[in-house]
């Protein structure tokens, strides 16, 4: 905002406020907004959404960011809450332009499972190995100070390392049963990971690919937007949500002038 209110000669609060009124004809509730040129393919697509609020209303946030490149290739907002059919817009639209994608990586939603499954049913679906070791951590206990325990300073690296030390399943499904032997107690957590772990190894059958373990980038992303949005008054509808979305994620993917 700052950055506006320079070229703009105008405060940041102005700014603000000037977004909130504009209505860009393309950028709309329900519209897919796509960001740059069209390429031939996007090896490694990483997928995510945020639920947010305008009044009393909840809204969803959908991103699909080109891991190669770092940058959004396209995003929308919705009504309600996280649903297939904002992924399968997304999908939908890469498939349309005959974009190859050869690996996506998300969490574990089960309605962009259903769109991954149908719009590229070829390419490598790699789970966010960090979303799985969070659920795993829940269970330890049912308390989030498990790891400043005595047992959790030595166990929790033991557990990491089911999910991110090894470069292949089997290697990683061997140490998990040596855990479940030299500490039963945690039945349930070690079930959750075994039913899930090779939903994280994915990326092993295509190694030369170089495929993320994590959704740690858009993640990353997302959060920044999202911290963006917290320090910024209240909405007047949800076009101007999307609207100001749609500026942060364009100045903060805008290459620098050249003086």
Known sequence: MRRLGERWKVSHMTVWRRLQRSHLQTVKVGNLIVLGKNHKSTPILLLDAKHLVVGKQVY????????FIGKPRCWLMLPRYELRAGYDKILKYFKDQNINIYAIISDAHKGLTASVKDYYPDAIHQYCAAHLLQ?????????????????????????????????????????????????????????????????IYQFSKAPKMGIPRT???????????????????GFKSPESLINVITTLILLKTKRPTKK
């Open 215 to 233: 959704s740690n980038l858009i993640e990353n992303f997302m959060g920044r937007i999202e911290q963006c949005l917290k320090t910024r008054r």
């Open 135 to 199: 659920e795993v951590y829940r269970k330890f206990q049912k308390g989030k100070y498990f790891a400043t325990t005595q047992l959790g300073k030595e166990l929790w690296p033991k557990v990491r390392k089911v999910a991110l030390g090894f470069n292949d399943l089997n290697s990683a499904y061997d140490y998990l049963q040596i855990l479940k032997i030299d500490y039963p107690n945690f039945s349930e957590s070690w079930s959750i990971l075994e039913r899930r772990l090779s939903s």
């Open 60 to 67: 969803t946030f959908y991103l699909a960011l080109d891991e």
